[in-house]
T-cell receptor, first 110, second 114 residues
Framework: SQQGEEDPQALSIQEGENATMNCSYKTSINNLQWYRQNSGRGLVHLILIRSNEREKHSGRLRVTLDTSKKSSSLLITASRAADTASYFCATEQGAQKLVFGQGTRLTINP | NAGVTQTPKFRVLKTGQSMTLLCAQDMNHEYMYWYRQDPGMGLRLIHYSVGEGTTAKGEVPDGYNVSRLKKQNFLLGLESAAPSQTSVYFC?????????????FGPGTRLTVT
């Protein structure tokens, strides 16, 4: 079974608005990663946050991690049409494997 | 640098036929992975390899076999295809995940079993 559960499953917003996606997991982790998948393509790594970090930024992306609640969030600020994609969280638990969530489908409306 | 490549990109099989999917990476990564992705789902790990000559089972290994004879290649085999194996298959490679390296993904192979 997949460890990560993402919320919401789908999100539709207007261009320029902020988008927030959440991920919950069940066991302790070494790190948590976020990936983007454009329709029909492979996944692309966005950002990684380690278990001893609480927040990380990369351009318009902000990731938070709360290990006490076993949850993470991905915030995309000032969204653009090109941000339309599916977003997946993935957890690494020490076995050189990633466990992926089911993803959030984000649609940015012009 | 081609990154991670997969062949073929598309394939249609009849039930009971066999095929091999090839994954190649040119980043000298130790770790390689095969996933399947079904509609509306995340990725599920089929098999993975932590180095040349090694393989291990993932979450959904039944009906698949793998081999890693060369560090840069990871093959996924279907011995007797079933309609339940209709899916998009992704290969990925990585340096050490536990030390904070990311996975690099191939473009995928869309397989239909009729």
């Amino acid at each position: 079974s997949q460890q990560g559960e993402e919320d919401p499953q789908a999100l539709s917003i207007q261009e320029g608005e902020n988008a927030t996606m959440n991920c919950s997991y069940k066991t302790s982790i070494n790190n948590l990663q976020w990936y983007r998948q454009n329709s029909g393509r492979g996944l692309v790594h966005l950002i990684l946050i380690r278990s001893n970090e609480r927040e990380k930024h990369s351009g318009r992306l902000r990731v938070t991690l709360d290990t006490s609640k076993k949850s993470s969030s991905l915030l995309i600020t000032a969204s653009r049409a090109a941000d339309t994609a599916s977003y997946f969280c993935a957890t690494e638990q020490g076995a050189q494997k990633l466990v992926f969530g089911q993803g959030t489908r984000l649609t940015i409306n012009p | 640098n081609a990154g991670v490549t997969q062949t073929p990109k598309f394939r249609v099989l009849k039930t009971g036929q066999s095929m091999t999917l090839l994954c190649a990476q040119d980043m000298n990564h130790e770790y390689m992975y095969w996933y399947r992705q079904d509609p509306g789902m995340g990725l599920r790990l089929i098999h993975y390899s932590v180095g040349e000559g090694t393989t291990a089972k993932g979450e959904v290994p039944d009906g698949y076999n793998v081999s890693r004879l060369k560090k840069q290649n990871f093959l996924l085999g279907l011995e007797s295809a079933a309609p339940s194996q209709t899916s998009v298959y992704f290969c990925a490679s990585s340096a050490s995940l536990s030390r904070g390296f990311e996975q690099y993904f191939g473009p995928g192979t869309r397989l239909t079993v009729t």
